[in-house]
Structures are given as C-alpha cells and as structure tokens.
C-alpha cells in the first residue's frame, strides 16, 4: 500500500486547481501581449518534462505543467480541466508509468503529437536498489553485475507492495532524469519530435537542444570527477529513485522501504540496515523535499547516522536546493560527496 495514497483527494484536487487557476492567469497574460497566439502548446506532465519542453523549445512555446510544484507527482489526480487542456494541445511530453492518471488521459486525448519520455533512451530494472533488498552486501562488481537483471518475477512482487505504476516496460524504473546521461538522450528525442511538430522553428529547437545537451554533459563530468574518489560508495535514501544515478557513477543505493518515500520501514529493515552502515561505512540517511522526514530521521536515530536531503527532482518548491534541475543536481552531487567523503 502506497502510504501516499492517504493524502485526501480532495487536497489534492484543491491543489491542482489552484495551480491551474495560476496557470491560467500566466496565459490570459501571455495572450494579452500576442505571445501565446503562434506559440505552440505544450503540456507537460512533470517538472521534468516541463524543464525540458520550456528549454529546449524557449520562445516558441507555451508549457502548461499537469503538477503544481509541491504536489507529488505519483499521486495527481487530474481536473476536467486539465483533462481538456491536454486535448487542446498541439504537443504532450510525458514519461510514462510515473502518473497513471496522466498515461490514461493522453490516451483519449487523440493529441498527433504525444512524445513518451521512456521511449527516448533505456530503461532498466533496478528491482534490489528499489525494494530495498539483499543489494549491496557482494561490493561494487557483483551489484554492477545484478544491476537491472532482477528480471520480471522479482519486479512484479515488488510493485504488488509499494502501490507505484512502473508502467509496462517489465517493471523498468522510470527515474531516468536523475541520470544526466540518460537525461541527455531524452533532451535529443524531445529535441527532435519539436523540430518535427513545428518544423518552422526547428533551427532554434536544434540550438537549444545542443545548448542544454552541453550542460548536461558539464554536470555528468562534475559528477564523475566528483564521486570518483570517496571513503565509501554506499548511500541510504528514503525514496529509492537513484537506481540510474547509482549505476552511472558506481554508488551503491539502499533504500529504506521500497519507492515511497514516507513508508515505515520494518524493524529486520532497520536492523539489516544498521549493519550494511556499519560495514560500508554509510554516514547518512537522505530524505526528500516533498515527503516527510520523519521516518529518516527515526532511523538515522535508531543507528547514529546523520540525515541530508537528496533531491529526486519531482518538482521545484521553495524549499528545493536550487531553482532549476540543473542547479538543484548540483546540490545532489555537494550532498552525496559530503556523505560519501568525498576527497
């Protein structure tokens, strides 16, 4: 059961419209100044998406964003409302598998223009890393081994206890922005289907896309450079999101429950993880910016470990660590080095 699931819908509704309301206002604005009327409309589900679609198509685009910052994204619920404006787009990014709600509305929107982030690059299983079992007890070379092998039989008995659509792809993790490399492939395949959508701007779409490429590729080399050397590779995390981001830069991930970041852990869960702290030499225990602490910062108690926020970048509130993707996995990357003892 997905802990999460617990926040009323209402709540959630009463979110949703509120940023609707928001959105709303932006763009009577932007019409009210003729800059919306040649623009092609964009919706994207996420702030992920919308990152991407507000860069790489800059000037010659309108983002609506499906999910208010602050409302986590796993559990939107969409309004009529939001339900027509995806239909009355000329463009949807989405990745599905992450908003069940989102996948469903998109596939009666009969939108020509639906582009699949998952489609763009590989996705994998990282079924030990996201349950939170058995991994990172054989070091480094056998846990890169395992790495996306678990195969469907262990992902399904996953999925079945945290409540959380993985979507179809034989139980791949979707958290594929958290892998700047990964999230670079996704920039090129956005890049490409809006130099096909709105083939008028697609000098512009191209520059952009190779632009942000280019930062990516400066933050994957910080991230090399600076986990390359660290007193230990393993970190523990309330929300298994970093599987990707694991594997790319040889760090070992525990989680604590599963995907939900605010689920209780077992006490065999505490305890297992107390002795892998010990042993790999783990000083921290990462919470997020949209979830509770609290069950963080009951473990960290229960085993002398100190608490840090590890960003898996779902959106962008006053409380995120940056103001952008790019600044916020800066601030990952500062954190991480500071609990791995970086050197």
């Known amino acids: 059961m997905n802990v999460r699931r617990l926040i009323p819908t209402t709540a959630v509704a009463g979110a949703v419209v509120l940023g609707l309301t928001a959105l709303s206002a932006c763009s009577t604005s932007d019409a009210a100044d003729g800059g919306n009327g040649d623009k092609l409309k964009v919706t994207a589900s996420f702030y992920p998406m919308q990152f991407l679609a507000e860069r790489i198509g800059g000037e010659h685009v309108a983002v609506t964003g499906l999910t208010k910052p602050g409302v986590e994204p796993h559990d939107l619920e969409l309004t009529p409302r939001q339900i027509g404006s995806i239909s009355e787009s000329d463009y949807v990014l989405y990745l599905k598998g992450i908003q069940p709600a989102v996948d469903d509305a998109i596939k009666q ?10 489609t763009l690059t590989t996705l994998e299983n990282h079924g030990a890393e996201v349950s939170g079992h058995d991994q990172g007890h054989e070091g480094e070379e056998e846990h890169a081994d395992e790495h996306g092998h678990e195969g469907e039989e262990a992902h399904e008995e996953h999925s079945e206890g945290d409540g959380h659509n993985h979507g179809e792809e034989g139980g791949a993790d979707p958290h594929i922005w958290l892998d700047p490399v990964k999230y670079a492939e996704v920039a090129k395949g ?22 942000l490429v280019g930062e990516l590729d400066k933050l994957n080399t910080a991230y090399e450079t600076g986990l390359k050397n660290t007193a230990t590779k393993t970190f523990i995390t309330t929300h298994s999101a970093f599987g990707y981001l694991a594997e790319r830069y ?44 609290r069950t963080a ?23 995120s660590q940056g103001a ?20």
């Open 297 to 319: 910062k009951t473990l960290a108690k229960d085993t002398g470990l100190k608490t840090g926020v590890l960003d898996p970048l779902e959106g962008i509130t006053k409380k």
């Open 250 to 293: 040889g760090l070992t991930q525990q989680g604590i429950a599963g995907i939900d970041p605010e689920a209780e852990p077992t006490p065999a869960r505490i305890q297992e993880l107390h002795t892998i702290a010990e042993k790999e030499k783990a000083t921290t225990v990462f919470f997020e910016t949209l979830a509770s602490d």
């Open 324 to 343: 952008d993707y790019i600044e916020v996995m800066e601030s990952n990357l500062a954190a991480l080095q500071k609990a791995l003892g970086a050197k």
């Open 190 to 211: 956005v890049g490409k289907s809006l130099e096909k959508a709105d083939p008028d701007h697609a000098a512009d779409y191209k520059k952009n896309t190779e632009a």
């Open 109 to 118: 929107s009969g939108v020509k223009n639906t582009v699949d982030a998952a």
